[in-house]
């Protein structure tokens, strides 16, 4: 798998990485090696023993936000354990795998008053972006109507290198219907201002 270049600056001013959980022990150094590169020498706690070893981590007072970019299938429980513990959350997607891990969010939010949000990555893409920045300048006119889709081949991620599934093969397993419907619905809500004048009032996916 081809790995993108790492920005020169990739903490922004004030942000410091002070902990990284991972169960894979690969996965956990390689992301510990590139916060104390970029935290000047000093490593990061890391925390792999087990699959809900990142409540201890977020017994840490020096954890503002937690970053959630684990499985979908976990996102909801860790994001409503980390609002539960005084932590803000940014969670990759999918947010919830269930209507009643929605709920569940929605309760963890209220109650704790902390900030939940849904990192959809698709939106920051350069060529939705360049889109958007066109939007913004007029050059389409007033947008009336948009189609949108996400064709993503998965096949060579769907298995691990023994041969056994991977967490997106046992998706593709357990799970029927689009389960990334953000990535291509994002760009599309941003270039239509939806919840900035207009709203939207029912989705079909398929």
């Known amino acids: 798998m081809k790995t993108m270049p790492l920005p020169k600056d990739i903490l922004a001013?004030?942000?410091?990485?002070?902990?990284?959980?991972?169960?894979?022990?690969?996965?956990?150094?390689?992301?510990?090696d590139i916060a104390e590169k970029a935290r000047e020498g000093r490593r990061p706690a890391?925390?792999?023993?087990?699959?809900?070893?990142?409540?201890?981590?977020?017994?840490?007072?020096?954890?503002?936000?937690?970053?959630?970019?684990?499985?979908?299938?976990?996102?909801?429980?860790?994001?409503?354990?980390?609002?539960?513990?005084?932590?803000?959350?940014?969670?990759e997607v999918?947010?919830?795998?269930?209507?009643?891990?929605?709920?569940?969010?929605?309760?963890?939010?209220?109650?704790?008053?902390?900030?939940y949000m849904l990192a959809e990555n698709c939106c920051y893409w350069r060529h939705v972006m360049q889109i958007q920045n066109m939007v913004d300048k007029g050059v389409?006119?007033?947008?009336?109507?948009?189609?949108?889709?996400?064709?993503?081949?998965?096949?060579?991620?769907?298995?691990?290198?023994?041969?056994?599934?991977?967490?997106?093969?046992e998706m593709a397993r357990d799970f029927s219907g689009n389960l990334y419907p953000t990535h291509s619905l994002g760009p599309v809500a941003k270039w239509l201002g939806i919840n900035r004048g207009d709203r939207m009032v029912s989705l079909v996916a398929s």
């Not at 919830?96 to 939010?109: I, S």
């Open 94 to 115: 999918a947010a919830a795998m269930t209507v009643d891990e929605c709920w569940g969010l929605v309760r963890a939010a209220e109650e704790t008053g902390q900030i």
């Open 46 to 91: 890391g925390f792999s023993k087990g699959p809900t070893d990142y409540r201890r981590m977020l017994q840490r007072d020096d954890l503002d936000a937690v970053l959630i970019g684990t499985p979908m299938q976990h996102h909801a429980i860790m994001s409503i354990d980390s609002m539960r513990a005084g932590k803000h959350v940014l969670s």
């Open 140 to 169: 389409f006119g007033e947008l009336t109507f948009a189609e949108c889709g996400y064709v993503h081949d998965c096949r060579f991620i769907n298995f691990k290198p023994d041969g056994t599934l991977a967490w997106r093969g």
């Open 13 to 32: 001013a004030g942000v410091d990485v002070p902990a990284v959980c991972d169960i894979n022990e690969a996965n956990l150094n390689r992301a510990m």
